[in-house]
T-cell receptor, first 112, second 112 residues
Framework: DADVTQTPRNRITKTGKRIMLECSQT?????MYWYRQDPGLGLRLIYY???????NKGEISDGYSVSRQAQAKFSLSLESAIPNQTALYFC???????????FGPGTRLLVL | ELKVEQNPLFLSMQEGKNYTIYCNYS?????LYWYRQDPGKSLESLFV?????AVKQEGRLMASLDTKARLSTLHITAAVHDLSATYFC????????????FGTGTSLTVIP
C-alpha cells in the first residue's frame, strides 16, 4: 500500500462549488504539505502543517483553506472553485528532522 | 522576487551522451533538492544537497551545489532511455525544510 494517498485522483467540478481534496499518510510524519502544479510553473506551496495545531500559509494560499484532522490526515478545501484553480494538486509529507519530502500520487482537478 | 530558474526547459539527447541541467536561484539558501517526475506520476526525491560544495551521485546522475553562485547542476552521464522524465530543483529559502520553491522543470527525452 502507498504511504501517501490522495482522494479523489480526478475531479471535475463547476465554478462556485465547494470541493475538498484529502490526503492520508501512514509514514508517521508530522509535517504535511499541499502543492499545486501548473504546466510550465513547477510546484507552488499552498499550505503546510507541523502538527494538528500548527497550520501555515505558503506562497499561494488565497482561495484555499486546510484542515489537519489528525497527524495522518491533511485536507485541502476550495470554498468556491474558480477555473484558474484547475491544476494538479500534490500532498507531501516529511519527518521532523528529515530532509526528504514524500509525495502522494496527485489529484487532477478541473474547474469548469 | 524569488526566482528559481532551470535551463534548459526541454532537452532531447541521444543515448550515451552527457549533459548538464542548471538550476539558478535568486535568494540565499544552503539547501537544494532535486526531484524526478515521470509522465502522469508523482515526484520522487533524487538528491538532497545541504551545504556549499555538496556533491551527490546515484548511477548516471550527479548533483552539485555552489551556494555562493546560487547554482546547482544535475549532470547526466552516458544517458539511457530510462532517464527520460522531468527533473525539478527546489530551494529551501528559510533553511528550515518548510518553504520550498520549485523550478519550472526540465523535460528530458533520451532518444535511442
Amino acid at each position: 500500500d502507498a504511504d501517501v494517498t490522495q482522494t479523489p485522483r480526478n475531479r471535475i467540478t463547476k465554478t462556485g462549488k465547494r470541493i475538498m481534496l484529502e490526503c492520508s499518510q501512514t509514514k508517521g510524519h508530522d509535517r504535511m504539505y499541499w502543492y499545486r502544479q501548473d504546466p510550465g510553473l513547477g510546484l507552488r506551496l499552498i499550505y503546510y502543517s507541523f502538527d494538528v495545531k500548527d497550520i501555515n500559509k505558503g506562497e499561494i494560499s488565497d482561495g484555499y483553506s486546510v484542515s489537519r484532522q489528525a497527524q495522518a490526515k491533511f485536507s485541502l478545501s476550495l470554498e468556491s472553485a474558480i477555473p484558474n484553480q484547475t491544476a494538479l494538486y500534490f500532498c507531501a509529507t516529511r519527518a521532523a528532522g528529515g530532509q526528504t519530502q514524500y509525495f502522494g500520487p496527485g489529484t487532477r482537478l478541473l474547474v469548469l | 522576487e524569488l526566482k528559481v530558474e532551470q535551463n534548459p526547459l526541454f532537452l532531447s539527447m541521444q543515448e550515451g551522451k552527457n549533459y548538464t541541467i542548471y538550476c539558478n536561484y535568486s535568494t540565499t539558501s544552503d539547501r537544494l533538492y532535486w526531484y524526478r517526475q515521470d509522465p502522469g506520476k508523482s515526484l520522487e526525491s533524487l538528491f538532497v544537497l545541504l551545504s556549499n560544495g555538496a556533491v551527490k551521485q546515484e548511477g548516471r546522475l550527479m548533483a552539485s551545489l555552489d551556494t555562493k553562485a546560487r547554482l546547482s547542476t544535475l549532470h547526466i552521464t552516458a544517458a539511457v532511455h530510462d532517464l527520460s522524465a522531468t527533473y525539478f530543483c527546489a530551494v529551501d529559502i528559510l533553511n528550515t525544510g518548510n518553504q520550498f520553491y520549485f523550478g519550472t522543470g526540465t523535460s528530458l527525452t533520451v532518444i535511442p
